[in-house]
């Protein structure tokens, strides 16, 4: 049997402020595709559907839009686990009404389940979870911290293991070695998070979810990846969903296509405005660092106009020299045309300029005097 396994899908994720929504619907769409064009009998979802605990309405919506399409158009089964970033108790709610209609969500954690039967396969599901909630089921196995935890849970788990068919565990969590950074910079990085790879023994494949960089480990244990890249480390981060062969157990990434480009330049400001005049109305979202000076008025104008998806514009912040701090006493008696010198000296390394300092005056004039403190 073909089984298709993808991850951290982050349904409503903003990136820097922009909704990836559309992008999103078409990474569905593109998965659907795939899942048909691969003869994939199976849907599994391994955490992270929904990148809020409060997800907003459209990522509902877009859910909604892709379980009826897996479901009831492709009539492909879908297993799917929370992970940390989605609400556990409503993703699992109506489970057992659901289970009928061939869509299987573990929302809360419950290590005595029975593995959902599919053809060759005993599927595990297993949602993100914590040592409260395993300590709960078993207290007496002194769990310190996650890893302790995954051992207890799965030792149970394997209790039930049939002999005659794959062994499937679906879970989200850090495993030994895998590889973090980018969006997925909040999965838990440290010691007594990370699931040592010896606990997996046992299970045929696992289908694990939490890090957004698509890798392998140990042969059976695989992180699908997010669908889309996420953050700017991200760009170029090829993304793919999983095809499992459950006889063979052969594993084949099926590429994903991305729907948007992500671009990250770093340079001085010239480079950078020259990098913008280049690219002029360019759609692709872009995160600009300026090495040279702060980032000004002038500047983040300049480059918005040039480039339409310019999400994030970073700066050198200024040395600040000794003599530039001042003592409330000292900053009261200074005028305001003092104060507009000291700070260009200071952000843009040259006072104002006669036209500038005019402008200022007029503005000031206009706008009344400062409010006292
Ligand atoms: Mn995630």
């Not at 993703?91 to 005595?112: E, K, N, Y």
């Not at 997925?184 to 699931?195: E, I, K, L, N, P």
Request: hydrophobic share 45%; proline share 7%; net charge negative.
């Amino acid at each position: 049997m073909k089984i298709l396994h993808t991850a951290d899908w982050h349904l409503g994720l903003e990136l820097h402020g922009v909704s990836l929504l559309d992008a999103q619907r078409q990474m569905v769409r593109a998965l659907a595709e795939a899942a048909q064009r691969e003869g994939a009998e199976a849907l599994l979802i391994s955490g992270d559907v929904f990148d809020r605990v409060q997800a907003p309405p459209e990522a509902i919506a877009l859910y909604d839009e892709a379980m009826a399409l897996f479901l009831n158009e492709l009539r492909i089964p879908v297993y799917l686990i929370a992970g940390n970033h989605d609400a556990a108790p409503r993703l699992g709610s109506l489970r057992a009404v659901l289970q009928r209609l061939h869509l299987h969500v573990a929302g809360r954690l419950d290590p005595f389940a029975r593995p959902l039967l599919l053809e060759d396969c005993a599927l595990y599901l297993l949602p993100h979870f914590g040592p409260d909630e395993a300590r709960y089921f078993f207290p007496d196995a002194q769990i310190a911290g996650s890893a302790r935890a995954m051992e207890v849970v799965l030792e149970q788990l394997k209790r039930s293991f049939p002999d005659d068919r794959r062994k499937l565990l679906l879970a989200h969590c850090f495993a030994a070695g895998g590889q973090a950074g980018g969006s997925d910079r909040s999965a838990q990085v440290g010691g007594s998070g990370r699931v040592p790879l010896e606990t997996f023994e046992g299970f045929d494949y696992v289908a694990l979810g939490h890090l957004h960089a698509p890798q392998t480990l140990r042969g059976f244990i695989r992180y699908a990846g997010s669908p889309l890249p996420y953050s700017f480390a991200e760009a170029g981060q090829a993304k793919s969903a999983t095809l499992l062969d459950s006889q063979t157990l052969a594993l084949r990434p099926i590429p994903l296509p991305c729907p948007y480009e992500l671009v990250e330049r770093s340079g001085r400001a010239e480079e950078l405005v020259a990098f913008a005049e280049e690219n002029r109305g360019s759609e692709a979202y872009c995160s600009l660092r300026l090495t040279d000076r702060a980032v000004d008025y002038a500047i983040e104008r300049r480059l918005r106009e040039l480039l339409p998806g310019l999400l994030l514009l970073q700066g050198q912040a200024p040395s600040l020299q000794a003599d530039a701090v001042l003592r409330p006493e000292e900053l009261s008696a200074l005028s305001p045309l003092s104060l507009l010198r000291r700070y260009m000296q200071s952000v843009e390394g040259a006072p104002p300029d006669k036209e500038q300092e005019a402008w200022f005056l007029r503005a000031l004039e206009a706008e009344g005097p400062p409010p006292s403190a």
